[in-house]
């Protein structure tokens, strides 16, 4: 089985523009989560889809939005970037929403806003 | 926002020691996960554990969950520098829906 790929590995931009990431669930796995990881910090729960609906949402505004496509596979969209958006950008898939159920997380994207 | 401290923060031992690394939270969490991860990479999960008082052990780590399922250990027994990584605990809320909140992370360095 396929892991949870992340594209692309690595982003530099400009303050100001807007970015798309995205990710590839692992297969069979219906439940996407983004994180975003600053450095030497735990990650931070960004939002959840489930099904290509948002299903929770963490302390992050509005600029940063989400997709899940038929194939549940997502893409984490930010708007508006700013330097404090420089960090790992993390994608975890799992089975179910839930916690009983484990997240395989992505390699993650790392963004520089400058 | 529930919050998950973890220590200690940063840790250097020798290759063949034992340490502990510990997750606490004010909160209480319906299950507790515990994560390692490598520079550039994700993290990856070790264990999940659901009931207090839980305990469960992977090859040399020990895993438990508090009784009161509001903190979290885990033991490392001769700690090997393949185990150097970022541990991480994450615990989902009771009352949170699907909402996984992270710890702050325990940076490990076994010196062979």
């Known amino acids: 089985e396929t892991g949870v790929t992340q594209s692309p590995t690595h982003l530099i931009k400009t303050r100001g523009q807007q970015v798309t990431l995205r990710c590839s669930s692992q297969?069979?796995?219906?439940?996407v989560s983004w994180y975003q990881q600053a450095l030497g910090q735990g990650p931070q729960f960004i939002f959840q889809?489930?099904?290509?609906?948002?299903?929770g949402r963490g302390n992050f505004p509005p600029r940063f939005s989400g997709l899940q496509f038929p194939n549940y596979s997502s893409e984490l969209n930010v708007n508006a970037l700013e330097l404090d958006d420089s960090a790992l950008y993390l994608c975890?898939?799992?089975?179910?929403?839930?916690?009983?159920?484990?997240?395989?997380f992505g390699s993650g994207t790392r963004l520089t806003v400058v | 926002t529930q919050l998950l401290e973890q220590s200690p923060q940063f840790l250097s031992i020798q290759e063949g020691e034992n340490l502990t690394v510990y997750c606490n939270s004010s909160s209480v969490f319906s299950s507790l996960q515990w994560y390692r991860q490598e520079p550039g990479e994700g993290p990856v999960l070790l264990v999940t554990?659901?009931?207090?008082?839980e305990v469960k052990k992977l090859k040399r780590l020990t895993f438990q969950f508090g009784d009161a399922r509001k903190d979290s250990s885990l033991h490392i027994t001769a700690a090997q520098p393949g185990d150097t990584g970022l541990y991480l605990c994450?615990?989902?809320?009771?009352?949170?829906?699907?909402?996984?909140?992270f710890g702050t992370g325990t940076s490990l360095t076994v010196i062979p």
């Open positions: 889809y489930y099904r290509e609906e948002e299903n």
């Open positions: 994450a615990g989902l809320g009771t009352n949170t829906g699907n909402q996984f909140y």
């Open positions: 297969s069979g796995h219906n439940t």
């Open positions: 975890a898939s799992s089975l179910r929403q839930g916690g009983n159920y484990g997240y395989t």
């Open positions: 554990v659901v009931t207090g008082g």
